[in-house]
């Protein structure tokens, strides 16, 4: 366990659909992460929070919507995805601010297809 | 650019002793990582390794840097089944009101019983 959660750990959605991934942190973080691991594919950042602000938004597509209402929790909203979008969706949390030692402790992931 | 380049594919013996290699990008990378992701899960944190070190170990496993060359190793000692997985070595960059991790592609470790 790294103090990290994700539900559900499984999604399967139609390209009409709209769901939301969860992220929790009980690790007393600041920052938290959202990337995209698909096949083949090194690890894309998508999101970065820190201290509930947005400070990275790596050229996502506007069909994924992130949202952080505090600094424990953080959501992607998914709404007319293609199946493409299918990868495993992995949340990480660190300390915050913008140096020091930053480790990143993940989550188990949610695995996602879209059909 | 932002390339943290590995091998893909590594096959080692059990008993035998494994290396990774990594080469990053940014000598001003402070932090070094490895993380393991094993089928079905997240990225687990093996170890770090500060920039100002050229050597950390930790039980099995030793880190090497080689700042000139900008190269990263992981060594595995004793391998066992339990080590197959994918290893990721990770530098952060640090930059305006953020940091991030670059990852390298991943090395899939397969250990033969």
């Known amino acids: 366990e790294t103090g990290v959660t994700q539900t559900p750990r499984h999604l399967v959605m139609g390209m009409t659909n709209k769901k939301s991934l969860k992220c929790e942190q009980h690790l007393g973080h600041n920052a938290m992460y959202w990337y995209k691991q698909s096949a083949k594919k090194p690890l894309e950042l998508m999101f970065v929070y820190n201290f509930k602000e947005q400070t990275e938004n790596n050229s996502v597509p506007s069909r994924f919507s992130p949202e952080c209402p505090n600094s424990s929790h953080l959501f992607l909203h998914l709404h007319t995805l293609q199946p493409e979008d299918s990868a495993l969706y992995l949340c990480?949390?660190?300390?915050?601010?913008?140096?020091?030692?930053?480790?990143?402790?993940f989550g188990p992931g949610t695995r996602l297809l879209v059909l | 650019g932002e390339d943290v380049e590995q091998s893909l594919f590594l096959s080692v013996r059990e008993g035998d002793s494994s290396v990774i290699n990594c080469t990053y990008t940014?000598?001003?990378?402070?932090?070094l990582y490895w993380y393991k992701q094993e089928p079905g899960a997240g990225l687990q944190l093996l170890t770090y390794?500060?920039?100002?070190?050229d050597m950390k170990q930790d039980q099995r496993l030793t880190v090497l840097l080689n700042k000139k060359d900008k190269h990263l190793s992981l060594r595995i000692a004793d391998t066992q089944t339990g080590d197959s997985a994918i290893y990721f070595c990770?530098?952060?960059?640090?930059?305006?009101?953020?940091?991030?991790?670059?990852f390298g592609t991943g090395t899939l470790l397969a250990v033969q019983p």
């Open positions: 940014d000598s001003s990378s402070t932090y």
């Open positions: 390794i500060f920039s100002n070190m």
């Open positions: 990480a949390s660190s300390q915050g601010g913008t140096r020091g030692l930053q480790t990143q402790y």
């Open positions: 990770a530098e952060i960059l640090y930059g305006g009101a953020t940091n991030k991790l670059i």
